[in-house]
């Protein structure tokens, strides 16, 4: 597609319940983040993969978030089991890579995850 | 490792006034500077980059920012701002690794 589209765009869940986001990078973007935003916070690192290689997990706040990417395409974050503190907006972003740092990363829109 | 600080939560400015917002940055190396407008319920947009060369780098929507090493600043300016500026801005450097580190974002509300 022509933007990262990602889905849903919200999702109220109970808490102690699992939920899986999605994100579509943008063809041929070989790097993918996804970043967790709460309200009137920054933006936090969460994963970041690139092409086939082991992914960067070192974001990832507990062993209750995992996410999976299938080559260089679609991407899923999954939060089980899901608390109060999980609510936030999370953004998934692409590029192309290229050296460290030196390529703009393309934002989704994000999905908004609230936990009642 | 890569820092960024954006010292202004909020910044209040009055529709047709001038603009700079705050960066300051931590990379040991030269670094790969970004700044990126968020309206609000959208995800993230780039304004402008520094890579290398000129200091003084223009951007989308009258924006424009100047890399100052020595005092480890990368600030957003805008001589006239609108009332549809805004949002959101955050401010991210790379160079250290491929993942970008952001600020935590400033705020700028316009008055008409």
């Known amino acids: 597609g022509a933007g990262v589209s990602q889905s849903p765009s919200n999702k109220v869940t109970e808490k102690g319940k699992d939920v899986e986001l999605r994100c579509d990078p943008i063809?041929?973007?070989?790097?993918l983040y996804w970043y967790r935003q709460r309200l009137g916070q920054g933006l936090e690192f969460l994963i970041y993969?690139?092409?086939?290689?082991?992914?960067?997990k070192s974001g990832l706040p507990s062993d209750r978030f995992s996410a999976e990417r299938t080559g260089e395409s679609v991407s899923t974050l999954t939060i089980q089991r899901t608390q109060q503190e999980d609510s936030a907006v999370y953004l998934c972003?692409?590029?192309?890579?290229?050296?460290?740092?030196?390529?703009?990363?393309?934002f989704g829109q994000g999905t908004r995850l609230t936990v009642v | 490792a890569q820092s960024v600080t954006q010292p202004d939560i909020h910044i209040t400015v009055s529709e047709g006034a001038s603009l700079e917002l705050r960066c300051n940055y931590s990379?040991?190396?030269?670094?790969?500077l970004f700044w990126y407008v968020q309206s609000p319920g959208q995800g993230l947009q780039l304004l402008l980059k520094?890579?290398?060369?000129?200091?003084l780098v223009q951007g989308i929507k009258g924006f424009e920012a100047e890399f100052k090493r020595s005092q480890s600043s990368f600030n957003l300016r805008k001589p006239s701002v609108h009332w549809s500026d805004a949002a959101e801005y955050f401010c991210?450097?790379?160079?250290?690794?491929?993942?970008?580190?952001f600020g935590r974002g400033t705020s700028l509300i316009v008055h008409p």
């Open positions: 972003a692409s590029s192309s890579r290229g050296m460290k740092g030196n390529t703009e990363a393309f």
């Open positions: 063809s041929g973007h070989t790097a």
């Open positions: 993969f690139q092409g086939n290689s082991a992914p960067d």
């Open positions: 990379y040991g190396a030269t670094p790969y």
């Open positions: 520094y890579f290398s060369g000129d200091t």
């Open positions: 991210a450097v790379g160079g250290g690794s491929y993942i970008p580190t």
